[in-house]
């Protein structure tokens, strides 16, 4: 098996599965190191690691300054949240807040980008058994601001943050390591 972004969303659901719940007070950003693709799926350690970067009541602000710039160091990144979610109208639109809808249901979505693009995880308190994988980009401002962060121009990131002089050491790590290539 290789390394796929889909591979790296599982292994990071399936550590929260343990550790978190389906009530976070914010959005959390995560840098994610992968130390053996091959093994992400099949549970045993020392497959990757995970470290908080930072949480937000804004999931916008997690992608820009410090904390994106920080997250491109990684081999890939992770946003996670929780919510609700409702089923769509026949018009495909909502008929009313998901968080009054009487078929609510709490929800945990990680989406992960790396070099490769994004993907994502949703799993259900009420069946945390199964979880809905989506290995293509999908569409939203969510995919559109990851992609923004990890393939964007890092001197974007910088000025979105009062810390430039950070920033810029850690926009030198990453673009520098491994002699990585950013699609554009």
């Known amino acids: ?6 591979n790296i969303a599982v292994w990071v659901e ?10 976070l007070p914010a959005a959390r950003l995560y840098g994610i190191v992968v130390n053996d693709a091959a093994r992400l799926l099949d549970d045993t350690g020392g497959a990757a690691r995970f470290s908080f ?10 992608l820009r300054g410090s904390p994106g710039v920080l997250a491109r160091s990684f081999d890939a990144a992770a946003i996670v949240t929780t919510g609700w979610a409702a089923p769509l109208g026949e018009d495909g639109k909502l008929t009313q807040r998901a968080s009054r809808h009487p078929l609510r249901r709490r929800v945990r979505a990680v989406a992960v980008v790396d070099d490769n693009g994004v ?9 945390p058994t199964h979880m809905i994988l989506q290995s293509e980009r999908g569409t939203g401002d969510i995919v559109d601001a ?4 990890w393939f964007g121009d890092p ?9 430039p002089d950070v920033a810029a050491e850690i926009v ?11 699609r554009p």
């Open 1 to 6: 098996m290789t390394k796929s972004t889909l």
């Open 14 to 23: 399936r550590r929260l599965e343990v550790s978190l719940g389906f009530h």
């Open 53 to 62: 970067i930072e949480e937000s009541g804004d999931t916008y602000a997690l």
């Open 119 to 127: 993907a994502s995880v949703i799993r259900f308190e009420d069946d």
């Open 146 to 149: 990851l992609e923004a962060m």
């Open 155 to 163: 001197t974007a990131l910088m000025k979105a943050d009062a810390k």
């Open 172 to 182: 030198n790590l990453r673009t520098t390591r491994g002699g990585c290539t950013r």
